[in-house]
């Protein structure tokens, strides 16, 4: 992941960096570190989701070893190839910004004095432009691309269950709202809005709950208007935003959101 690191520390050294930071036991402990603070970022951990990371960690030592100028047991694709399934997943800019503050943040906490941590992050900031590329034109092409649904470029079942999770966490510290999930069980309510938000983004269509209106007519008879189907949509956005979707594609859910707004409230 985030192949860019291949290029750390470049140049002629008295002795491979492998060897002045410690050698193998180094390089484990700055991926173990890396890692921990990769998942634990909400803002780029999302790219992470499904991923052995048993697996990806160890593919990740043997880059780095090799990159540090250690015994090389890796092989594997070029930035941009190895990249462009995150981009087509929304990769940008600010997560690319993210990694560098945790790739920072782990050679600080190793100790790495600050003038090769400056000297880290401006090699890696050269390899933006790649690991931001995506597939080309003739490569989309050659892989059958054609115009990809909105639950594909928001990034499809680990993306859409997510943002379900994130979501109903959100509706219930939200005191405009909240009532009106009293007394439901949200392990079912979840798959079943997972099952939903999958068909309307244009995915799989496992969804076999009732239409909009009927489902929401009880909730109509307590009280439910306007000012709550708002409540809702902040929440949505929110919740995309938080996930890293790209603004685009949160107007293009908002807009399907809110298509639903007459049926949900029965109109």
């Known amino acids: 992941m985030f192949g860019f690191l291949k290029s750390l520390f470049g140049g002629a050294k008295p002795a491979p960096l492998f060897e002045r930071i410690g050698g193998e036991a180094a390089v484990n402990a700055a991926v173990d570190i890396f890692y921990r ?53 929304g990769l940008n800019d600010s997560h690319f910004d993210a990694v560098m503050d945790n790739l920072g943040a782990t050679l600080k ?26 597939y080309t034109d003739e490569e989309k092409a050659a892989m059958g691309g054609g115009a990809k649904t909105l639950f594909e470029r928001i990034g499809g079942e680990g993306a859409v ?21 009293e007394g439901v069980d949200l392990g079912k309510q979840s798959a079943k809005q997972k099952a939903f938000l999958t068909m309307a983004f244009g995915g799989p269509s496992n969804y076999s709950g009732k239409d909009m209106r009927e489902g929401h007519a009880h909730l109509v008879a307590k009280g439910l208007n306007d000012s709550h189907f708002d409540a809702v949509m902040e929440n949505l956005g929110a919740t995309l935003t938080e996930l890293g979707v790209p603004g685009d594609l949160i107007a293009e859910a908002a807009a399907i959101a809110e298509s639903t707004r007459n049926d949900v409230l029965g109109k």
């Open 161 to 181: 269950n997510a943002a379900v999770d994130i979501f109903y966490r959100k509706v219930l510290a939200d005191d405009r709202i909240n009532q009106f999930f």
């Open 37 to 89: 603070k990769v998942l634990a970022d909400d803002r780029i951990n999302q790219f992470f989701e499904g991923l052995d990371m048993d697996k990806q960690s160890a593919k990740q030592k043997a880059f780095l070893t090799m990159a540090f100028g250690g015994p090389s047991n890796y092989s594997g694709k070029d930035m941009r190839l190895g990249h462009a399934h995150m981009v087509e997943k």
């Open 109 to 134: 906490e190793l100790g790495v004095p600050d003038d090769l941590i400056s000297e880290a992050a401006a090699i890696a900031e050269s390899t933006r432009a790649d690991v931001l590329g995506g």
